[in-house]
């Protein structure tokens, strides 16, 4: 595994979403495009990056995170940017203070590996996303966490979306689009890229709000 984390600060862009190791700009161009005037929901935003970075694209994104430092790095972030965003220190499945079909588009990069519950968030969301509107959710890839720390090569463990390993869940790919759409989304796009070594490293998935 690489080791990045979105939650830790670092140098990473802000004039796009870095979904995870070996995908770039190009997917955010692909995915999200324009964000001038759109609201955008940021699930798990940890130091800021995604949230700050889309803000300062034009868009009025509401960010959440549960953990108060991360938070607090977050709004320093957006203060040193000039930008605004809107910042909750709420887990990404506690969007009750968001009314229904308010939200353009909803991402979340690596935070839900720290959620054993996917369905759980993504009926929240489903609730807050306005009809047809996207969901984009970007994980560590379940090769990547169960590949030996010092040798990629190896894998160590079996995948299971069960297991946990360290603070994160593995989800794979089939569990993944199966939330999605036990949830009520049409999963469009689903990504499994690879950061120059033996194994995937990230997981990207992107669902359609299906509903009224």
Do not use: K
């Amino acid at each position: 595994m690489s080791g990045y984390d979105p939650r830790t600060p670092s140098n990473r862009p802000l004039d796009y979403v870095e979904f995870g190791p070996g995908l770039d700009d190009d997917v955010d161009r692909r995915l999200i495009g324009d964000a001038r005037g759109r609201r955008i929901l940021d699930l798990g935003c940890g130091g800021g990056h995604t949230a700050v970075g889309l803000a300062a694209r034009g868009a009025r994104v509401i960010a959440t995170d549960a953990d108060p430092g991360q938070l607090f790095a977050a709004r320093a972030l957006a203060q040193q940017s000039s930008v605004a965003v809107e910042f909750h220190e709420a887990g990404p499945a506690e969007l009750a203070f968001i009314r229904a079909d308010q939200i353009d588009i909803a991402v979340s990069v690596w935070a839900l590996s720290l959620i054993d519950d996917l369905d759980r968030v993504f009926r929240q969301v489903h609730r807050v996303l306005r009809p047809n509107a996207h969901l984009i959710v970007a994980l560590p890839h379940p090769a990547a966490l169960c590949a030996d720390p010092i040798d990629p090569t190896r894998t160590v463990r079996s995948w299971r979306t069960d297991e946990r390993i360290g603070e994160r869940h593995v989800h794979t790919a089939e569990g993944l689009v199966t939330a999605m759409s036990r949830s009520n989304f049409a999963v469009d796009v689903l990504l499994e890229r690879h950061a120059g070594g033996p194994t995937p490293a990230t997981l990207l998935a992107r669902g359609r709000r299906l509903g009224s």
